[in-house]
């Protein structure tokens, strides 16, 4: 069974950094499925935040995001990686990983980041 494991969120101060990582269970073809990072704050709808190709040659961000956020992966390590810098209060959010590859998804389970003075 496939797993994603999200770690590195907590409590930061507006302007911090974080670095999140996405450890997938072995067994899982990794490298063939492309990667997301959403987030979700209270009484909001699940955003998308960045996406990384299989390959990790490509990259896309959300507009509220970009030039603050960069997302990574090594394939070699079944990971995927959100560097988040220059955090607002506004970034406060449940961010989960997200795998895919044609029909296949998986999700991780969340990890919370908040930024509060």
């Known amino acids: 069974q496939v797993q994603l494991v999200e770690s590195g969120g907590g409590l930061v101060q507006p302007g911090g950094s974080l670095r999140l990582s996405c450890a997938a269970s072995?067994?899982?073809?990794?490298?063939?499925?492309?990667m997301r990072w959403y987030r979700q704050a209270p009484g909001k709808e699940r955003e998308l935040v960045a996406t990384?190709?299989?390959?990790?040659?490509?990259?896309n961000y959300a507009a509220s995001v970009k030039g603050r956020f960069t997302i990574s992966r090594d394939n070699a390590k079944n990971a995927v990686y959100l560097q988040m810098n220059s955090l607002k209060p506004e970034d406060t959010a449940v961010y989960y990983c997200?795998?895919?590859?044609?029909?296949?998804?998986?999700w991780g389970q969340g990890t919370q980041v908040t930024v509060s003075s």
């Open positions: 072995s067994g899982f073809t990794f490298s063939g499925y492309v």
């Open positions: 997200y795998a895919n590859r044609g029909f296949q998804t998986y």
């Open positions: 990384i190709t299989s390959g990790g040659s490509s990259t």
